[in-house]
Nanobody
């Protein structure tokens, strides 16, 4: 069992930065794949970034070079550093945890646990 709580969202101007945090609890946190997803109004929930239990990372093309996912297993926390933010990054951002091995990290249905989301709004 994993429980997730996101924080760090807010309003920022284009070109600015935010760091999202996901505080997790669970007996096997270090063995979970952790992902960040986002959902904008009228759009599907899509993967942003993911990190596996050994630190391997994945980024969707639209955020490569701008966003960085990391995890601190000792603190049971996963982060999403977002730089050079664009208005199109505006969305509710969700933290997710999944115990799956192999396969796509981009499918929301593969993740077992979800946070409640945090709003990120980027003004132009």
């Amino acid at each position: 069992q994993v429980q997730l709580v996101e924080s760090g969202g807010g309003l920022v101007q284009a070109g600015g930065s935010l760091r999202l945090s996901c505080a997790a609890s669970g007996r096997t946190f270090s063995n979970y794949n952790m992902g960040w997803f986002r959902q904008a109004p009228g759009k599907e929930r899509d993967v942003v970034a993911a990190i596996n239990w050994i630190g391997g990372t994945y980024y969707t093309d639209s955020v490569k070079g701008r966003f960085t996912i990391s995890r601190d297993n000792a603190k049971n926390t996963v982060y999403l550093q977002m730089n050079s933010l664009k208005p199109e990054d505006t969305a509710v951002y969700y933290c997710a945890a999944g115990s799956f091995r192999g396969g796509s990290v981009a499918q929301p249905k593969r993740y077992n646990y979800w946070g409640q989301g945090t709003q990120v709004t980027v003004s132009s």
